[in-house]
């Protein structure tokens, strides 16, 4: 029976996915006086994209180029049977927090190999602007996963849901909204790709079903982490977990794409800067765990 519910929570993520895009750009159009796109907008662009066929740069790495997007792609899925989303069922067992930390990051590894395979220079300076938010998102991240074992004196999800509330619990949660946000590639931490300065950086020279692959990894990335924050707020065995989960979703979609509606563009010294400086608190939100608070 489990893993009927694994399925159907990883069928739940793959149409979903593009839908919550398309309600998130919806919300930014409105909300600067637009029409916007139709909700099946990013479907349909899929879609267009699978069907295009792939052109491959003259200069590139083929062989890192091709297998880039199938990496990103297949890591993101394998995270989906560890962290529950519509469903309370995944594959649990000891230290899968940090198994699905390594695959988000081989997912963004991955992304960035590609991007310097592909011979294009604009690509290559956005693979650089992409490692150097990783470094300083990891550093942050190891701080709220530090605090957040600390208070479930555990590595693995089926003891960490629902965190227990306390102070430092609370701050932790603010902390790693705030990792979401950056991880999800949205305004003003968008540098990597800065359409109007280096063109969309790493996806530059991808086409076809490969850029596909990649812009479904981007949805399908965002809607795992916002399933692992209110993974940690929600109570696992209660009948009205399903709805919640779902306003919860709703919810994070509007807030971070008002935020993202009224924010200009970071610069990377900038958005590194800020990273370092919630990387300092999140050390003292350790500290306030380790205390008991």
């Known amino acids: 029976m489990n893993i009927i519910f694994i399925a159907i929570n990883l069928a739940f993520a793959l149409i979903i996915a593009p839908l919550i895009d398309g309600f998130e750009r919806k919300i930014r159009a409105r909300?600067?006086?637009?029409?916007g796109p139709s909700i099946l907008q990013t479907w349909w662009d899929l879609i267009k994209l699978f069907k295009r066929p792939t052109i491959e740069p003259r200069d590139s790495v083929k062989p890192l180029y091709k297998l880039a997007p199938y990496i990103t792609f297949t890591s993101v899925l394998t995270a989906y049977l560890i962290i529950p989303t519509l469903l309370p069922a995944s594959t649990n067992f000891i230290g899968?927090?940090?198994l699905v930390v390594y695959l988000l990051g081989l997912a963004t590894l991955s992304f960035v190999i590609g991007a310097f395979s592909s011979g294009n220079a604009y690509a290559q300076i956005g693979s650089n602007r992409d490692v150097s938010l990783f470094m300083s998102e990891e550093l942050l991240l190891a701080f709220?996963?530090?605090?957040?074992?600390v208070i479930g004196k555990s590595l693995s999800f089926d003891q960490l849901f629902p965190l227990p509330f306390r102070i430092s619990s609370l701050l932790a949660l603010l902390l790693l909204f705030l990792v979401i946000y950056v991880a999800s590639t949205r305004l003003p931490f968008d540098i990597a790709e800065?359409?109007?300065?280096?063109?969309?950086?790493p996806l530059i020279e991808y086409s076809g079903k490969h850029l596909g692959l990649l812009k479904y990894f981007i949805f399908l990335k965002r809607l795992l982490l916002y399933s692992l924050i209110l993974d940690f707020i929600l109570p696992v065995q209660n009948p009205i977990r399903l709805i919640c989960y779902l306003i919860g979703i709703i919810i994070l979609s509007i807030v971070y794409s008002t935020l993202e509606a009224y924010y200009g563009r970071f610069r990377i010294d900038q958005a590194v800067g800020i990273l370092k400086r919630a990387s300092i608190v999140a050390?003292?939100?350790?500290?306030?765990?380790v205390v008991g608070w």
């Open 31 to 35: 909300l600067q006086n637009r029409q």
């Open 96 to 98: 899968d927090l940090i």
């Open 144 to 149: 709220i996963i530090g605090t957040i074992a």
């Open 194 to 201: 800065a359409e109007p300065e280096i063109i969309e950086g």
């Open 283 to 289: 050390l003292i939100v350790w500290m306030i765990a």
